[in-house]
């Protein structure tokens, strides 16, 4: 997949892969309920809907989601420092007549408890499936008995373009849907987002996404979920891409997590590298003898320029593979080999 870095002035990162594929391919199979054939909204070939036979078609089903929370309050790879009790809500979308549902991970991160809200106003209790905050997706479960789901299809976002014309369609309060039309901007963004994370791959859009509205679908033209909206930063609108979406689902589903090799640190670019700011204790660059503030020139022979170089060498590795690194440390170069372990399904903090 094409990546595209937008500049950041101090990134700090946590330094794994980033999308791992899923064994839902084109043309693959799957036991799993995600990866059924949806299409349960009538979806005829031919002209481009119009933006209100859009909304029409895929307004009931999308869900508002509000979730208790517990977040630590220490830093990214310490236990302690206490907890801090919040309600955060988001959006989503129904994705099949199981009753599974579709949002944003930030939304149910920490989540002691989750609640929907369907368009006709109807609220009930959900449960985490999975998530995964290296996009920003999770997955919840609710019971469809006597509820009247209206599941969205996902689409295909390899041939989105710059210019396509878009709809965003959001519930934030749970009393009614909103939407807002624009055109596709940009593709292949990369956003750093709190907790450590660079999502990679970005849909970036002028269609206005609200805020509690993330987690909401991004439809093209033909009414199909081309991406899942994230309102990362407060001026752009972004939506991880249908084709990103589909697979991590799918692996939520399975395993409830996405298994991505794991370095174990936190870094920013700089000149030369990547300075280590921190390492997960115990983790593999620790146990490989990575010591904060070394700078990481280079990884398996390739130079280290930026942080999305690194995260790529990394994301192309498997779990149980090593790495060679050369880390400039007090003026004196090191050559350090770390054996990539698969990522904690949850990190501290993070």
Not at 15 to 39: I, K, N, Y
Not at 130 to 149: C, F, H, I, N, R
Not at 218 to 234: N, Q
Request: net charge negative; glycine share 14%.
């Amino acid at each position: 997949m094409t990546r595209r870095q937008l500049a950041v002035p101090m990134v700090a990162a946590l330094l794994g892969g980033v999308v791992t594929a899923a064994a839902m391919v084109a043309g693959g199979s799957s036991t799993g309920s995600l990866t059924r054939e949806q299409g349960l909204i009538s979806l005829d070939e031919g002209d481009p809907l119009t933006s209100s036979e859009i909304y029409d078609r895929a307004a009931p089903g999308v869900v508002a989601v509000r979730a208790n929370t517990v977040q630590p309050g220490a830093g990214a790879f310490e236990a302690s420092g206490g907890s801090e009790f919040n309600v955060s809500s988001g959006s989503g979308f129904v994705l099949d007549g199981d009753g599974r549902i579709v949002t944003n991970a930030h939304v149910v991160s920490g989540a002691t408890e989750v609640q929907v809200t369907f368009a006709d106003s109807s609220r009930v209790p959900a449960r985490v499936v999975g998530k995964d905050e290296e996009t920003d997706l999770a997955v919840l479960a609710v019971s469809p008995d006597g509820l009247d789901l209206r599941p969205l299809e996902l689409g295909d976002s390899s041939s989105v373009k710059p210019g396509d014309r878009v709809l965003a369609i959001g519930n934030p309060t749970g009393f009614g849907t909103t939407a807002g039309s624009g055109r596709v901007s940009g593709a292949g963004r990369s956003v750093e987002v709190p907790g450590g994370y660079v999502i990679d791959d970005l849909l970036e859009t002028d269609a206005v996404i609200e805020p509690s509205s993330s987690g909401g679908p991004l439809l093209g033209s033909d009414g199909r979920v081309i991406g899942v909206t994230a309102r990362l930063e407060a001026d752009t609108g972004f939506a991880v891409p249908a084709d990103v979406a589909r697979d991590v689902l799918a692996q939520l589903e399975e395993s409830h997590k996405v298994l991505r090799p794991y370095i174990g640190l936190r870094g920013r670019a700089v000149d030369g590298g990547v300075e280590v700011l921190e390492i997960a204790p115990g983790g593999p660059a620790e146990k490989a003898g990575v010591q904060s503030g070394d700078v990481v020139e280079e990884i398996e022979g390739a130079d280290v320029h930026t942080l999305g170089g690194l995260l790529a060498e990394v994301e192309r590795r498997g779990i149980g593979d090593s790495v060679d690194l050369v880390v400039l440390r007090n003026g004196a170069r090191h050559e350090l080999t770390v054996r990539l372990e698969e990522r904690p399904a949850t990190l501290p903090a993070g």
